[in-house]
């Protein structure tokens, strides 16, 4: 059994079913040594216990967040873009101003000024 707990207040509505975020997923929570040593009734105050949880799609440039809907037990995947690093934007810019300066000398060079 996987057992799971989420944000109460990061929640999404998906066809009038209530998702939240989780925050909490133990593999194997009633194992003796790396177990959490609380029964299913103590977990199940907190949180669900299921059998699996479904991996997430890889998306270029994106991450995941894995919801959890509590009643019915079912997950789904919200694929957030990752932000920019600074090097990045410099990158595009760079690459911007270049083709602007080849399109300015191209244009000079067909007017003759160049």
Known sequence: MIYVTWYKEEKKEVNGESFFLTDFIHYAPFDEKIGLHKDINELEKKGILVGEIPQAKIKENKYSALYVNPKTKQF????????KTKEEILQENMREQGKQMFELTMTLIEKGVL
């Open 76 to 83: 789904l995947y919200e694929y957030i873009d990752i932000p």
